[in-house]
């Protein structure tokens, strides 16, 4: 069984720190990771993934994000926050092969203060 | 990108009656899937939509309750069936092939009264 954990519910960052939101998983075999942000009132818009090479992956609005195999954890960095980045932020899991669906974090709201 | 449309938006039913839910894809997909959401909350995968054959069903959902078609690769509908209030939530469309990402609809806000 594949599984996601974003142990923050809650990310409070004033604009223009860096900012972290972690996510740990859990599945067999190679891990097919994604990060996807909602805006209230949204659908999930996706910003990045992890599928296979480089453990450094950069998305969407500068977002960026670090596989850490041995650890098994994706977390989503920024270098800069801006006020506009806060959202509710989910990362989500699949296996490589077999199942195709998506396993979800209970979500980390971000919350940018100016 | 895949752009993912859904129809209805929202809609205010009564407790007994069903509600179809359309999800429309702009180009051919291998995988769609039907998912709920609690405002604020975690996604919940309902079904996998397979395109000709039965979908594939979560543990807790059952076809009866929520039907599920996919007549070919860029459209499926999700009905949710004799409504009760605890179907109150936001539904989802996703979308995706094989190796992508999945992109998601907006959303069916369904609010069962």
């Known amino acids: 069984a594949q599984s996601v954990a974003q142990p923050e519910d809650q990310v409070n960052v004033a604009e223009g720190n860096p900012l972290t939101v972690k996510c740990t998983y859990s599945?067999?075999?190679?891990?097919?990771l994604f990060w996807y942000v909602q805006y209230p009132n949204r659908g999930l818009q996706f910003l990045l993934k992890?599928?296979?090479?480089?453990?450094l992956v950069k998305g969407s609005y500068g977002f960026e994000a670090e596989f850490n195999k041995s650890q098994t954890s994706f977390h989503l960095k920024k270098p800069s926050a801006l006020v506009s980045d806060s959202a509710l932020y989910f990362c989500a899991v699949r296996e490589g092969t077999g199942r195709r669906a998506l396993t979800f974090g209970s979500g980390t709201r971000l919350q940018v203060q100016p | 990108s895949a752009v993912i449309s859904q129809k209805p938006s929202r809609d205010i039913c009564q407790r007994g009656t069903s509600l179809t839910i359309q999800c429309q894809v702009d180009?051919?997909?291998?995988?769609m899937f039907w998912y709920r959401q609690q405002p604020g909350q975690s996604l919940t995968l309902i079904a996998t939509a397979n395109q000709g054959s039965e979908a594939t069903y979560e543990s807790g959902f059952v076809i009866d309750k929520f039907p599920i078609s996919r007549p070919n690769l860029t459209f499926s509908t999700l009905t949710v069936s004799n409504m009760s209030p605890e179907d109150s939530s936001i539904y989802l469309c996703?979308?995706?092939?094989?190796?992508?990402?999945?992109?998601f609809g907006p959303g069916t806000r369904l609010t069962v009264t």
């Open positions: 180009s051919q997909v291998t995988m």
């Open positions: 996703s979308a995706g092939t094989d190796i992508a990402e999945q992109y």
């Open positions: 599945v067999s075999g190679n891990p097919y």
């Open positions: 992890y599928i296979t090479g480089d453990n």
